[in-house]
């Protein structure tokens, strides 16, 4: 500990001369003392001082050694600052009694210098490390709320009003961040344009491709492009710039006066059409994008009848394990949305992921995604 910022010890003994020696040693070192000569006045300065660690007493007048490491640790301000009892080679019960309460260690009477000065800058070491851990992720922590925030600008959780069509979306990431995505543009034509995906791996990583892949999609000029070349040129324009990561990916466009749907799919699993109460697979042969150096994609129409209704989703609403580590998978999952298929809108999506989420004990094992289509 340099003199520049020396540590503050707070020493808390009945007995005069073993606080001269204890403070004297301290002093030659250029660590700040305070001291307490009982319990109650060592929690008053403990309350308003910055103590880096505390040279405790056993035996106090009135309220224990022990008494007062407990509601010392128990604080919310102390609670991380580390207590080395002072006692006496014949309190050995104590001692083991005050390391349940949480103290770190001991220094036995009489003070030996060497030893009282190794303890010490051991514990203010430890002490300053977990300070440093704390204030990294602090800022990790105040990384991933920027991360989410500017996620949460460009991840379209609401769509445009229409009377054709009304569609709901339920995002629950990992992480503060994940890296799924949804957004939408509505085209010139009044054509609505959605792409859907999902970047493998998930946290900050993992969100900043998907904000990538979302600016790109935002930018491009799709009207003069089907689906499938819209996911070439998102695949062209990222691959030169991320090596690490593939996105699955579905591209929509929805012709509401027509009730045509144009898609293209790039190595995602099939969405569900649920049309008289059951449900259709759909889906497009495609690579991931960015996975190999040529996409492979193709386009699919759908005519859309009134009362269909279209659900998207995430591969973390089925690769999703349980307590025995058996994953949930595909066809379990196909049940719970058979099971939910009488609910609509919102209710829909709700109940799904309640389900999804009681059989994974409310783990949630990767970014869920869903995104529903209605008809009226």
């Known amino acids: 500990m340099s003199k520049q910022n020396p540590g503050k010890i707070l020493v808390v003994d009945d007995n005069e001369t073993n606080v001269e020696i204890i403070t004297n040693i301290l002093f030659g070192q250029g660590l700040q003392v305070a001291v307490a000569y009982d319990g109650e006045y060592a929690l008053e300065l403990a309350e308003v001082l910055d103590i880096d660690l505390i040279l405790l007493d056993i035996l106090l007048p009135g309220m224990s050694g022990l008494e ?134 998930h946290g900050i990583a993992a969100a900043m491709v998907s904000l990538m892949a979302i600016i790109t999609f935002k930018t491009m000029n799709k009207s003069f492009l089907s689906p499938s070349e819209c996911l070439f040129w998102i695949h062209n324009t990222l691959s030169p710039m991320i090596s690490t990561h593939f996105i699955s990916a579905i591209y929509m466009r929805y012709r509401a006066e027509e009730k045509i749907l144009s898609f293209s799919m790039a190595g995602h699993h099939p969405m569900i059409l649920i049309r008289d ?81 009681d059989y994974g004990q409310n783990k949630v094992a990767d970014d869920m995604t869903m995104l529903l289509i209605e008809l009226p």
């Open 68 to 201: 007062v490491a407990k509601r010392l640790l128990s604080s919310e301000k102390n609670k991380n600052t580390p207590i080395l009892f002072l006692s006496a080679l014949n309190e050995t019960k104590d001692i083991v009694l005050g390391l349940e309460t949480g103290a770190v260690d001991y220094i036995t009477k009489p003070f030996q210098e060497k030893e009282i000065l190794a303890r010490i800058n051991t514990h203010l070491k430890i002490k300053n490390l977990e300070k440093e851990r704390i204030n990294l992720l602090n800022s990790i922590r105040k990384d991933l709320e920027l991360a989410r925030a500017n996620q949460e600008n460009l991840v379209s959780f609401q769509f445009p009003p229409s009377p054709n069509y009304k569609i709901y979306t339920s995002y629950k990431p990992m992480d503060l961040v994940g890296g799924d995505l949804i957004t939408y543009d509505v085209l010139p034509s009044g054509d609505l344009d959605i792409l859907f995906g999902d970047v493998t791996g």
């Open 277 to 357: 109460g059951k449900q259709i697979k759909l889906g497009t042969k495609g690579y991931c994008l960015m996975m190999f150096n040529q996409l492979r994609t193709e386009n699919q129409e759908l005519n859309f009848l009134p009362g269909d209704r279209l659900f998207l989703f995430s591969d973390g609403l089925f690769e999703v394990p349980n307590e025995d580590e058996v994953y949930l998978g595909e066809t379990k999952f196909s049940e719970i949305i058979q099971s939910s298929i009488h609910l609509s809108g919102p209710q829909f999506l709700e109940s799904i992921q309640k389900q999804v989420l």
